[in-house]
């Protein structure tokens, strides 16, 4: 039980369509961050939220929209998105933004983009 | 480019045998370490982190290893169990303010009984 959850679990969507990722955490924490994991890649940090404010955005194309409002919901708005984009999306959270405090992350939304 | 490489994929072990896996580094301005597990289905879980400052850490039967000349760093699991049976991912940063996660790509661990 990591207390982070996301859903969906699974997404398929097309090109044009607008989609939702959304992750709840029950841990009490401050930061809050979104990870991708494509096929055969490293995890890649695309963005943080300390303290319900956006303070890390890693180079993200502005197809994918993060929002944070409030401390336990962090969302990830899909739009236009293109077939490389499919991949796992992780989010996690931790009580500071540091790396010494442990990032627990949830299962992920396994998304493909056709 | 890698800034943290986990060159091989996958490692096979018997049960109640050692495994090692290494995790190499290029940017040597990270300090602190960490090996995170995880399971199919489920998110990466924490399992033992090692600051620049010491060259062993030790929980259970897990220990990571630090040779910061060498830029390497590698995690022990003695003895092996098939719930060992997992992705590894070796992380890397710089403590301080605003610091961020650099993952490597993972080992698949998988212990036969």
């Known amino acids: 039980e990591t207390g982070v959850t996301q859903t969906p679990r699974h997404l398929v969507m097309g090109m044009t369509n607008k989609k939702s990722l959304k992750c709840e955490q029950h841990?009490?924490?401050?930061?809050m961050y979104w990870y991708k994991q494509s096929a055969k890649k490293p995890l890649e940090l695309m963005f943080v939220?300390?303290?319900?404010?956006?303070?890390e955005n890693n180079s993200v194309p502005s197809r994918f929209s993060p929002e944070c409002p409030n401390s336990s919901h962090l969302f990830l708005h899909l739009h236009t998105l293109q077939p490389e984009d499919s991949a796992l999306y992780l989010c996690?959270?931790?009580?500071?933004?540091?790396?010494?405090?442990?990032?627990?992350f949830g299962p992920g939304t396994r998304l493909l983009v056709l | 480019d890698q800034q943290v490489k986990q060159n091989s994929p996958s490692l096979s072990v018997q049960e109640g045998r050692i495994s090692i896996l290494n995790c190499d580094y290029t940017?040597?301005?990270?300090?602190?370490f960490l090996w995170y597990k995880k399971y199919p289905a489920e998110g990466p879980t924490f399992l033992i982190s090692?600051?620049?400052?010491?060259d062993k850490n030790e929980d259970g039967r897990f220990t990571v290893f630090l040779n910061k000349s060498a830029k390497h760093l590698s995690l022990h699991i003695v003895p092996s169990q098939p719930g060992d049976s997992a992705v590894y991912f070796c992380?890397?940063?710089?403590?301080?303010?605003?610091?961020?996660?650099?993952f490597g790509k993972g080992i698949t661990l998988s212990v036969r009984p």
């Open positions: 841990l009490g924490h401050n930061a």
């Open positions: 939220y300390n303290f319900k404010e956006q303070t």
């Open positions: 996690a959270s931790s009580r500071l933004w540091q790396v010494q405090e442990t990032q627990y």
């Open positions: 940017n040597s301005m990270f300090d602190y």
């Open positions: 992380a890397a940063s710089e403590t301080g303010a605003n610091s961020k996660l650099t």
């Open positions: 090692i600051s620049s400052i010491k």
